[in-house]
Nanobody, 121 residues
Framework: QVQLVESGGGLVQAGDSLRLSCAAS??????MGWFRQAPGKEREFVAA???????YYADSVKGRFTISRDNAKNTVYLQMNSLKPEDTAVYYC?????????????????WGQGTQVTVSS
């Protein structure tokens, strides 16, 4: 059973940057993703990274967020720049071995516990 542990969340001001980390207990799986959930809203796709190196981003974060991985450390990162108040949410790391749609919550098998990101205006 792969375990994912997120870290790096916090309270920042609009325009600031944060880097989230997702440490996997065994290895980073083929498909890694970041999702977020704001109060009263459904969990939504943020970014995904395939083993091939292909990356995918939600339109709302494109150009501001970057997903990357360090296989030696079994860790995936989400660099978030130019943060906005609407980025406020709990951010979740997710993973699966193969297949599925990178943007679908239900297609991921493993999930972290989430880390809170709050952006003040």
């Amino acid at each position: 059973q792969v375990q994912l542990v997120e870290s790096g969340g916090g309270l920042v001001q609009a325009g600031d940057s944060l880097r989230l980390s997702c440490a996997a207990s065994e290895r980073t799986l083929s498909h890694m993703g970041w999702f977020r959930q704001a109060p009263g809203k459904e969990r939504e796709f943020v970014a995904a990274l395939r083993r091939s190196g292909n990356t995918y981003y939600a339109d709302s974060v494109k150009g501001r967020f970057t997903i990357s991985r360090d296989n030696a450390k079994n860790t995936v990162y989400l660099q978030m720049n130019s943060l906005k108040p609407e980025d406020t949410a709990v951010y979740y790391c997710a993973a699966r071995d193969s297949g599925g749609r990178y943007y679908m919550v239900t297609d991921y098998v493993y999930w972290g516990q989430g880390t809170q990101v709050t952006v003040s205006s």
